[in-house]
DNA sequence: GTTCGCATACTCGGATAGTGGTTGTCCGAGTTGTGTTGG
DNA sequence: CCAACACAACTCGGACAACCACTATCCGAGTATGCGAAC
């Protein structure tokens, strides 16, 4: 079990957009340069953010992804919802009669980090970056 | 991202060994019929908890899968680490020079996680199961 | 009665295959800025 | 000088393909148990 690569994309984007600056507007195609990756398919991850209400984008010549109004709110955990969904890591599928101990056991555990995650505010970390990321 | 499904049988089977009786010899026919699954996939998946130390098998007639002796001491984490392997949820297979702080929140997050099921023992849920499980 | 051998019940582990999710690529369509042309 | 038009740059989103981990099955090999036959 791992997060996705994609996960990992639209992490470090959401942080170099607000690093750089949470108001200028930047191309898919210098995003991918910086990453690493094909444009297209940067392109097809910040469409999950933009659906999720997190990144705008704008479209024609000059175009690209800029951060919208209330960037600052956001957390690390809804980046990743918005990229790997917000299901359960651990589905018990067997069906006994009553719950199941051990989903609950695992759930707590999940809330743990997720609560951990939630807290992380993506422009708290955005003051903590020089040059990369 | 979720936790696999050979994850959960490895779960299931430990505590319910541990709750019907940890000296009890069981067949893994027993165990997938009671977890709904094919006899030769669960000897598969315990064969890793075999290899990791847990349990002990026994070949021949009347063989079958036993708890080892220091069983009281395995938490939910060894035997998800078990089965998923102790990687890092998280990679950043960007190239950076520096550390990856993103990775570094990753990190810690997971540990957050990994605490609980470390603290979490098979023994302690097996007590609360009655019949199911 | 004891011992040997065989059938039986069982796990072990490698080979194999289906399935679904992740990771990409490709391309046509739509959108915006810019420059050019014609009045 | 201004307006209309054409072009270039860019994102959007669907279709499609490669790949890999997970899930699962099958079967031959090895092993222990128990029963029966032979001495």
Redesign the interface.
Known sequence: ?????A??YA??TM?YLAAVSPDKRLGVQQLAER??VSPTYLSKILTKLVKAGMIASVSGANGGYKLKPSWEKIS?MDVIDAI?GS?S??????????D???QQ??E???E??E???KK?KIAD?AK??????
Chains 1, 2 share one sequence.
């Open positions: 079990m791992k997060y996705s690569k996960t990992n992490l470090h942080v990453f690493d690390f790997e299901d890591l651990f589905d018990c599928n067997l069906n006994h009669q009553s199941c101990v051990i056991v695992m707590s555990a999940e743990e980090m609560n951990k995650l992380q970390i903590k970056i020089t040059v990369d990321h």
